[in-house]
């Protein structure tokens, strides 16, 4: 009976630590893929932009959240390959502390934005504002201008509450002419002829008007707002999904540690 329980004790160590290997190593491959991914964008921007229609500032802060999170995935899979198939307990335990660390993140994370989401909103709010009331002072236009341009053109509105938001610009309040951000004109407020005929007369960024703004008249707050609803429950269901991989990969590694033996507590284990 002893005899079987050690040999089933030895085939449940072996399953799990080479499951832990298997899944760990698809982990630092993935990270090695977002990583090169993430380099890629920050070197060829120019024709991620021209594909994807996005601005520059947005690709940048793109290439360094996948840089970092492939930074991060490759050290996970790499403590737990190593970990898991030379059966080092120091290597576990660094790998299950991430782990653990990353849970309790995505938990503090998640109640914060809930807890503070109206403070939230202010500053994303009085970011915007600063945004606007400095739109076009430099020419040509700088990453967060483009990336502001990028958001009015995509959501279809214009300001953060109204488009009245803009008559606080610096460059509108000083111009001599009627001008409007260019990112904000609705197209179907004139033909194609007379759009054509306003894309370039006006200082960077700006489009030159003749009486009233042909622009949207409707803020972004609630655009920004609708397209959160609209994908909150892909983004929650993909942290449920990640947060319960956590514990269960957590719960191994804590199964796979208890189960060495205490010969096996080595640093570093060649034969």
Same mark, same amino acid.
């Given at each position: 009976?002893?005899?079987?329980?050690? #040999?089933?004790?030895?085939?449940? +160590?072996?399953?799990?630590?080479?499951? /832990?290997?298997?899944?760990?190593?698809?982990?630092?491959?993935?990270?090695?893929?977002?990583?090169?991914?993430?380099?890629?964008?920050?070197?060829?921007?120019?024709?991620?932009? &021209?594909?994807?229609?996005? *601005?520059?500032?947005?690709?940048?802060?793109?290439?360094?959240?996948?840089?970092?999170?492939?930074?991060?995935? #490759?050290?996970?899979?790499?403590?737990?390959?190593?970990?898991?198939?030379?059966?080092?307990?120091?290597?576990?335990?660094?790998?299950?502390?991430?782990?653990? /660390? /990353?849970?309790?993140?995505? %938990?503090?994370?998640?109640?914060? %934005?809930?807890?503070?989401?109206?403070?939230?909103?202010?500053?994303?709010?009085?970011?915007?504002?600063?945004?606007?009331?400095?739109?076009?002072?430099?020419?040509?236009?700088?990453?967060?201008?483009? *990336?502001?341009?990028?958001?009015?053109?995509?959501?279809?509105?214009?300001?953060?509450?109204?488009?009245?938001?803009?008559?606080?610009?610096?460059? %509108?309040?000083?111009? &001599?002419?009627?001008?409007?951000?260019? &990112?904000?004109?609705?197209?179907?407020?004139?033909?194609?002829?007379?759009?054509?005929?306003?894309?370039?007369?006006?200082?960077?960024?700006?489009?030159?008007?003749?009486?009233?703004?042909?622009?949207?008249?409707?803020?972004?707050?609630?655009?920004?707002? #609708?397209?959160?609803?609209?994908?909150?429950?892909?983004?929650?269901? %993909?942290? +449920?999904?990640?947060?319960? /991989?956590?514990?269960?990969?957590?719960?191994?590694? #804590?199964?796979?540690?208890?189960?060495?033996?205490?010969?096996?507590?080595?640093?570093?284990?060649?034969?």
């Amino acid at each position: 009976m002893g005899h079987e329980g050690k #040999m089933s004790r030895k085939g449940c +160590l072996s399953v799990t630590k080479y499951f /832990l290997f298997i899944f760990n190593l698809f982990f630092f491959i993935l990270g090695s893929l977002l990583f090169s991914f993430g380099l890629w964008i920050l070197f060829d921007r120019n024709s991620f932009a &021209s594909v994807l229609g996005s *601005s520059y500032y947005a690709l940048k802060v793109w290439s360094y959240i996948f840089c970092g999170i492939g930074i991060l995935t #490759m050290l996970i899979g790499f403590l737990g390959c190593l970990g898991s198939l030379k059966e080092i307990k120091c290597m576990l335990g660094f790998y299950f502390t991430f782990l653990l /660390l /990353l849970f309790i993140a995505q %938990i503090t994370i998640g109640i914060l %934005i809930y807890t503070q989401r109206n403070q939230l909103r202010e500053t994303v709010g009085d970011y915007v504002h600063g945004i606007i009331d400095t739109y076009g002072s430099s020419d040509p236009l700088s990453d967060h201008d483009e *990336s502001w341009d990028f958001v009015q053109e995509q959501l279809q509105c214009c300001g953060w509450k109204s488009y009245r938001d803009w008559e606080g610009n610096v460059v %509108i309040r000083n111009a &001599s002419d009627q001008i409007y951000p260019c &990112s904000c004109r609705n197209m179907s407020q004139f033909d194609q002829s007379e759009a054509n005929s306003t894309v370039s007369t006006g200082p960077s960024g700006f489009c030159s008007a003749q009486g009233k703004w042909p622009v949207y008249t409707e803020g972004c707050t609630d655009s920004v707002e #609708m397209w959160l609803i609209n994908n909150i429950i892909t983004v929650v269901g %993909i942290c +449920l999904g990640i947060a319960l /991989l956590e514990l269960c990969l957590m719960m191994l590694s #804590m199964f796979l540690c208890r189960t060495i033996d205490p010969d096996y507590y080595k640093l570093t284990r060649y034969s």
